[in-house]
């Protein structure tokens, strides 16, 4: 049943288990995670055909996240869409008629629509919520996690750099919205990054985590789900920090003028003092000895770059 194109996975397992829905192009110009997507349901289909001991517990549910912008290239229509999950004011528009919507509103009341039949019809006992994007900068791959420490477990498992805190600074995101309070289910976000928008390979490292996220819920065994692109991950995450906390991030959502110096990469360290973008107001210093995280390199955008700092302990 693909009666919506939007929905470009969906896989019922034989045995019971978890709701893990999967966004991607949350963002329309990261197309990683759709193409990601489509390949996995084409596993998925496979694998009960070559390998006869194939189980999957649970269902899978695969989301274009903004279809609109998505079918345009573009980031976004109107305004970045992961900003505006917000419980309050979904509550509100979403009794408005579709003609006075945004179409950034549209797309979050056709996303929820499915999402909210898929768990009628399905009852889950539990839900992941797993949302793929790119970045516009090169270097490195990192797992966002809520503070829910099952976030945080699941985040570790696959095998890229684990970032807490990004959450704090922003709203609306789809994390702060797919929670066990807002859907009445038990339910764990997280968001992988799988490197640069355009890379080939960002689409192979997004399959990887996807399969360890899968395996680490429990809807495959990993025996099962071929995994070739997971020692991708770990080579590609050797030198990075395993956790590390967000301590900064530079807002330019009322700035008129951004614009980072070239060539910074995610992780790339940083140092107190260093200019590393223009303003409005003119220079952009570095506020503290730490590591860059998503400096911008795309005209849309609400955030500059990210500062984290590597947790010990991990
Ligand atoms: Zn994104």
Known sequence: MRENERII??????????????????????????KA??????MLE??????????FCGNMLGLIGNFRAYNEGKRYINRDLNRQWIKADIDQF????YESLTPEQVEIIENLEIIEDYILRLKPEKIIVLDLHTTSSKGGIFTICTDDPESIK?????HAPVIKGLLSGLQGTSLHYFTTENLGIPTVGLTFESGQHDEALSVNRAIAALTNCMRTIGCV????????HDSILIEYSRDLPKVAELIYRKDIKDSPYFEMLPDYQNFQKVYKGEIVAKDSDGDVEIIEDSHILMPLYQKQGEDGFFLIKSLVGY
């Open 9 to 34: 996975l969906d896989y019922n397992g034989d045995h019971p288990g978890p709701l893990l829905i999967v966004f991607g192009a949350m963002h329309g110009n990261e197309p990683a995670g759709v």
């Open 37 to 42: 997507l489509e390949l996995m349901a084409k």
């Open 94 to 97: 979403k009794y408005d008629s």
């Open 221 to 228: 065994k990993a025996e099962h789900i071929e995994n070739q």
């Open 46 to 55: 496979v694998e009960p055909i070559t390998n006869p001991d194939f189980t």
């Open 154 to 158: 699941i985040a570790v498992e696959l």
